[in-house]
């Protein structure tokens, strides 16, 4: 497995991690309604969208190398 | 005499060796951490408390934040390379060096401070856990009998929460005097302290010390080890993708252990 292979592996799980931590994070904020929790909820999932955006844009650079 | 396959692929494996090799290096590896992460499913199922709110969420994220930044850098340095950009693949490379750095200090800042956060039973039985006045580390009741050092007594804030294991992080209530006379045990925050904390600090030390060994490769690669490129670039570009294929590792780890430890 290439590096290529084992980043677009990282990032799905990266992405996964985003969303589960940000709904962890919000349901955090409804028992409790602490700004922080609403914060973290928040940007933790614009940054499972961003990385989203991002592993789109690896697959469509690094097209050209090996899997292996 | 030349070392075979440092760069075209063997023809059994199909791989260059080096790469072969980080891959038996990091199988061995996922045994070690598997080990770990099932003695602290074991310890914890069999455990009749499991204590919650005993590490800070935002710093725990803020170096998830800092790990996952560090494998993009460490993917467009190697990418960097195959494009034959030596300037960039040290732009990025010194970034991941800096994002290691970053990690290992928040840390050591975490870890800095459960060694200055105490459990105290005091000898009418109340058992209280807080902070000692100035912070002083990992001190026990034979340095409260220090009086030459600490004088009569020194003021502890208890945790507002009180209880072990309910917020370390929740404020202070009203502060008390402790005296080496009125204290029958005191203990810091240390992997002595409980078994979730003995499984965090071997899960998280050990996760640690493969960050800073992982840190000091991609700073050659980065300093010293860059003079490779000039004679021999693939060869130098498969090492920065066998010391990417290490950091990853590293990285996914803490992926695993941010939830377990922090959020679980």
């Given at each position: 497995m290439s590096l290529k292979a084992f980043h677009i592996l990282f990032i799905l799980v990266s992405i996964v991690l985003a969303f589960g931590f940000g709904a962890w994070e919000l349901v955090a904020f409804f028992d409790g309604r602490q700004t922080l929790d609403l914060a973290l909820g928040a940007g933790s999932l614009v940054a499972g969208v961003a990385l989203i955006f991002y592993f789109r844009a690896v697959l469509k650079k690094l097209k050209n190398m090996s899997y292996l | 005499m030349d070392i075979p396959h440092t760069v075209e692929a063997r023809p059994d494996t199909g791989l260059y060796n080096a790469k072969v090799g980080i891959w038996l290096f990091l199988a061995s590896e996922v045994m070690l951490f598997g080990a770990l992460f099932s003695s602290y499913i074991l310890l914890r199922v069999g455990a009749e408390a499991w204590p919650h709110g005993l590490l800070s969420v935002p710093i725990g994220t803020f170096n998830t934040v800092v790990l996952i930044t560090s494998s993009i850098t460490v993917v467009l340095a190697w990418a960097s390379l195959k494009l034959g950009d030596l300037s960039r693949f040290k732009l990025y490379q010194g970034c991941t060096v800096l994002l290691a750095l970053t990690f290992v200090a928040v840390k050591s800042f975490e870890y800095r401070d459960k060694f200055t956060h105490y459990y105290v039973r005091l000898q009418d039985g109340t058992e209280l856990n807080g902070h000692l006045a100035g912070n002083p580390l990992n001190w026990t009741a034979a340095n409260l009998a220090d009086t030459n050092r600490v004088g009569a007594s020194i003021t502890f804030h208890p945790d507002a929460?009180?209880?072990?294991?309910?917020?370390?992080?929740g404020g202070h209530a009203e502060p008390i005097e402790l005296t080496a006379a009125n204290v029958a045990k005191l203990e810091s925050w240390?992997?002595?302290?409980?078994t979730y904390l003995a499984i965090y600090f071997t899960l998280t030390g050990l996760h640690a010390l493969h960050v800073i060994g992982g840190a000091l490769v991609i700073a050659y690669l980065w300093g010293?080890?860059?003079?490779m490129w000039r004679s021999d670039p693939e060869r130098f570009t498969n090492r920065v993708e066998v010391c990417g294929l290490f950091w990853h590792f590293v990285d996914l780890v803490w992926i695993f252990l941010f939830p377990v430890l922090y959020l679980l």
């Open positions: - | 929460a009180g209880g072990e294991g309910e917020g370390a992080h240390g992997p002595w302290r409980s010293p080890g860059s003079r």
